[in-house]
């Protein structure tokens, strides 16, 4: 069988080397418009248990990629100075690039035939292909939106992804306001010199500091002056930070005849829940398995994969897009106390019962419940 996947990100090596491990008689080929070593942003965070996804199906793997990891138990928010602890919300992080790496010497390792600085316009191209797997992101170009129904809307916010070389404790949010309106940053350490650093505010605010009439330069600069005391020191770091807003991007179908969608071609989750890397190499287990599923049947598997996957995808993509509407508004919410905007924050994917919350973030709602009584 010939399989053809277009984007060499986490989806698509990660299904290439699945594929091939299983049947090293299978042709596999990646093909990727960009070079090896490019890389645009920073670490990629996965909540919870990092890679422990992949423990029970690729022990390998998950050795391989979680030495080269940064992790932690707990995050911060940093509400204009006052700094509030949420326990038990782990996280952990990893270089971008250093994650492509790891994949390409992955499916390297069984065969798969990866060749990058190819660009393809359409699924055409591949005709000789039996198999045809979309894992080309968000604007994927194989992706013909009249065939699988593409929904696609643009958020108000603007975000401008940044590194720093400054090495911070854990993952944090920072929520400061100036004269032009109101900012947070996501920041959080990948490796221990670096962090990614996402600087988002809402459109209004945008438009007031003057932002598109500033050049990269200008627009880092800034930034660099408005989280000064959380840099301490340090210094942002481009790599094409331009500011953009988030697209939610859905399809009401993932495949039509030998082709399917997924990663980011399929559907996007905002990264305010710190999913999304683990949403792609999910998808690429759960393909990888309708494909075992139904030997030399393409239609029957894609099939399979979309019953079997599309609940676990649209309950996760559903509380990816709650968290958006809550950062979207996250000036107002910073009216309220800070304490309260810690509640605000934790209940932004839905409502909680406070005591099944104490279970979770105990040390938290002790807290919360103590600065409420006083």
């Known amino acids: 069988m010939r399989i053809a996947i277009v984007g060499a990100g986490p989806a698509g090596l990660y299904l290439s080397y699945l594929i091939r491990r299983r049947r090293p008689d299978f042709d596999v080929r990646v093909y990727e418009q960009n070079a090896a070593d490019a890389s645009f942003g920073f670490g990629v965070v996965f909540s919870d248990r990092a890679v422990e996804f992949l423990r029970a199906d690729d022990p390998d793997t998950c050795d391989a990629i979680a030495p080269h990891m940064e992790s932690w138990t707990d995050m911060h928010l940093d509400i204009e100075g006052t700094v509030i602890r949420l326990d038990g919300i782990g996280f952990s992080a990893i270089g971008r690039l250093e994650l492509m790496r790891l994949l390409q010497d992955r499916a390297r390792s069984v065969g798969v035939s990866l060749e990058f600085g190819r660009t393809l316009g359409s699924a055409r191209e591949l005709a000789d292909a039996d198999l045809i797997v979309a894992a080309d992101g968000a604007n994927s170009a194989l992706r013909d939106p009249a065939i699988f129904d593409t929904q696609e809307e643009d958020l108000t916010n603007r ?7 400054r090495a911070f404790e854990t993952l944090t949010q920072t929520f400061r306001r100036n004269s032009d309106g109101a900012f947070n940053a996501h920041h959080y350490r990948y490796a221990p010199d670096r962090s990614t650093f996402i600087v988002e ?36 770091i481009s790599n094409k930070s331009v500011w953009r807003r988030f697209r939610k991007i859905s399809n009401a179908r993932w495949s039509t005849g030998n082709i399917v969608l997924i990663g980011d071609a399929q559907r996007t989750a905002h990264f305010s829940i710190g999913s999304g890397t683990r949403l792609a190499m999910e998808d690429a ?5 309708a494909l075992a599923a139904a030997p030399g049947d393409i239609p029957s598997a894609l099939a399979d994969f979309e019953e079997r996957r599309r609940p ?12 958006a509407r809550w950062y979207e508004d996250f000036g107002a919410h910073m009216t309220l106390e800070p304490w309260d905007m810690a509640w605000s924050y934790i209940q932004r994917s839905g409502r909680v019962d406070l005591d099944r919350l104490a279970k979770l973030l105990p040390d938290f709602v002790a807290r919360y419940r103590a600065a409420k009584a006083g």
């Open 159 to 165: 975000f401008v992804w940044y590194g720093t070389d």
């Open 201 to 236: 505010t809402d459109a209004a605010t945008w438009k007031k500091a003057g932002f598109e009439r500033m050049n990269e330069a200008e627009t880092r600069a800034y930034c660099e002056g408005l989280f000064a005391d959380t840099l301490a020191g340090g210094r942002l």
């Open 285 to 289: 287990i759960a393909l990888d398995t």
């Open 312 to 323: 676990a995808v649209d309950a996760l993509v559903a509380a990816a897009d709650t968290s």
